[in-house]
T-cell receptor
Framework: DTGVSQDPRHKITKRGQNVTFRCDPISEHNRLYWYRQTLGQGPEFLTYFQNEAQLEKSRLLSDRFSAERPKGSFSTLEIQRTEQGDSAMYLC????????????FGPGTRLLVL | AQTVTQSQPEMSVQEAETVTLSCTYDTSESDYYLFWYKQPPSRQMILVIRQEAYKQQNATENRFSVNFQKAAKSFSLKISDSQLGDAAMYFCAYRSKETSGSRLTFGEGTQLTVNP
């Protein structure tokens, strides 16, 4: 198992375009999280899934953001009509639900909106 | 809502010396987890150490140890015998055990520089 992977690692797009990011969690993990991290700040929670169910969404997740986790495996995060304020690192993490749950992070996708 | 505060944006330490990074948090809950994560320049976040709030004993992992003061809501990280590879951004994080969901709430981070 090689850990959490994310694709692409970098994305440059023009304002108004749609972008989609993918996250592949550690295979036996049933929980998957998305966070957003702007430069010099700590990550902020966006949403999380347990299996295929999206159980919680942050107020940060505007209507332009949508996330899916079909079949409880990989997840996608789509941003529609991107804005310059969406420029950030988007981090994915996965975990196995348990009392001593630990989230393992992927390398992130850095998004730049021009 | 829980908040996590790291009041030291930057810290530096000489190689082989000891450094302590500070973290305070605010919560009305009695049972929770606290974490320190390390984010090296490659940007992948790595768990350094975890503390369960109901455990009075401070967690240790090799050269890393914490000073958990529950009443003061303080959770500092001590790095002993600092190495060049310890240079990174360090984040303190909180996770509730009482509310639904298991989101992490992070502090703003402390950039640690290790000088040779």
């Amino acid at each position: 198992d090689t850990g959490v992977s994310q694709d692409p690692r970098h994305k440059i797009t023009k304002r108004g375009q749609n972008v989609t990011f993918r996250c592949d969690p550690i295979s036996e993990h049933n929980r998957l999280y998305w966070y957003r991290q702007t430069l010099g700040q700590g990550p902020e929670f966006l949403t999380y899934f347990q299996n295929e169910a999206q159980l919680e969404k942050s107020r940060l997740l505007s209507d332009r953001f949508s996330a899916e986790r079909p079949k409880g495996s990989f997840s996608t995060l789509e941003i529609q009509r991107t804005e310059q304020g969406d420029s950030a690192m988007y981090l994915c993490a996965s975990s196995q639900a348990s009392r001593r749950e630990t989230q393992y992070f992927g390398p992130g996708t850095r998004l730049l909106v021009l | 809502a829980q908040t996590v505060t790291q009041s030291q944006p930057e810290m530096s330490v000489q190689e082989a010396e000891t450094v302590t990074l500070s973290c305070t948090y605010d919560t009305s809950e009695s049972d929770y987890y606290l974490f320190w994560y390390k984010q090296p320049p490659s940007r992948q976040m790595i768990l350094v150490i975890r503390q369960e709030a109901y455990k009075q004993q401070n967690a240790t992992e090799n050269r890393f140890s914490v000073n958990f003061q529950k009443a003061a809501k303080s959770f500092s990280l001590k790095i002993s015998d600092s190495q060049l590879g310890d240079a990174a951004m360090y984040f303190c994080a909180y996770r509730s055990k009482e509310t639904s969901g298991s989101r992490l709430t992070f502090g703003e981070g402390t950039q640690l520089t290790v000088n040779p």
